[in-house]
C-alpha cells in the first residue's frame, strides 16, 4: 500500500548538536507536512511544502521537498532542549483525501 | 488549542464493553478525522467526514463506528472492545481535505482490560 518511511526512528544528541529526520514516499506526493508532538501532546502543526525542491525555514529548523516530490527532511541546527519530541511527516498522495503519516522520528537530548 | 476537544482524556474499561469517544470542534471545520497512535506505527486514520452525514473509513477502521449528524461532533464508538484497541486516540479537524494542516485534540488515552 501507500507508504511514507521515515528514519530514523529515534536520535539521541547532546544538545547543541544538529538533528535531520528523513521522509520517503513510494510514490510522489501532492503535498508534504511536518508536525511535532511533545511527550505526552498532540500533533501540532509545523510547516507544509508543496512545490519541488521547496525550501523553507523557521528560525533553527530547515525544511526541504524533493525535486521529484517523493522526499523530505527537517533539520535542526544546535538542538536545544524545547526541541524533545516526536517529528512526523504526513503527505497527500494525489487525489487522495487521506494524509499518509510517517512513523515519527523522536528527538532525544542526552543529559 | 482550545477549537477542539476530546472527552474523556483516559478511560479503562473491559473487553465486551461499548465505549464511546467524544469530539467536538468549534471552527466549523468540514473535514473530522479520528486516529489511534501506537508506538512504531505514528498516526493511523480510523475514520474521517467531509461533512455533516457524510462519514468514510479510513485505514484501519474494523471495530469502529462513527456519526456525524452535527458538523461540530464526531463521536467514536467502539461497540465490542477488544484489548488491541488499547491505544492512545486523536480527533482532529481540517478546513478542507488537502493542503490545510489538521488540528488535533488533546487525546484519549483508553485502557481495555
Known amino acids: 500500500g501507500q507508504q511514507v518511511m521515515q528514519i530514523p526512528q529515534y536520535q539521541h544528541v547532546q544538545e547543541g548538536e544538529d538533528f535531520t529526520t528523513y521522509c520517503n514516499s513510494s510514490t510522489t506526493l501532492s503535498n508534504i507536512q511536518w508536525y511535532k508532538q511533545r511527550p505526552g501532546g498532540h500533533p501540532v502543526f509545523l510547516i507544509q511544502l508543496v512545490k519541488s525542491g521547496e525550501v523553507k525555514k523557521q528560525k533553527r529548523l530547515t525544511f526541504q521537498f524533493g525535486e521529484a516530490k517523493k522526499n523530505s527532511s527537517l533539520h535542526i541546527t544546535a538542538t536545544q532542549t524545547t526541541d524533545v519530541g516526536t517529528y512526523f511527516c504526513?503527505?497527500?498522495?494525489?487525489?487522495?483525501?487521506?494524509?499518509?503519516w510517517g512513523a515519527g522520528t523522536k528527538l532525544i537530548i542526552k543529559p | 488549542d482550545a477549537g477542539i476537544t476530546q472527552s474523556p482524556r483516559y478511560k479503562i474499561t473491559e473487553t465486551g464493553r461499548q465505549v464511546t469517544l467524544m469530539c467536538h470542534q468549534t471552527w466549523s471545520h468540514s473535514y473530522m478525522f479520528w486516529y489511534r497512535q501506537d508506538l512504531g506505527h505514528g498516526l493511523r486514520l480510523i475514520y474521517y467526514s467531509a461533512a455533516a452525514d457524510i462519514t468514510d473509513k479510513g485505514e484501519v477502521p474494523d471495530g469502529y463506528v462513527v456519526s456525524r449528524s452535527k458538523t461540530e461532533n464526531f463521536p467514536l464508538t467502539l461497540e465490542s472492545a477488544t484489548r488491541s484497541q488499547t491505544s492512545v486516540y486523536f480527533c482532529?479537524?481540517?478546513?478542507?481535505?488537502?493542503?490545510?494542516?489538521?488540528?488535533f485534540g488533546d487525546g484519549t488515552r483508553l485502557s481495555i482490560l
Open positions: 504526513a503527505g497527500n498522495m494525489d487525489s487522495n483525501y487521506q494524509l499518509i
Open positions: 482532529a479537524s481540517s478546513d478542507t481535505a488537502v493542503y490545510q494542516p489538521q488540528h
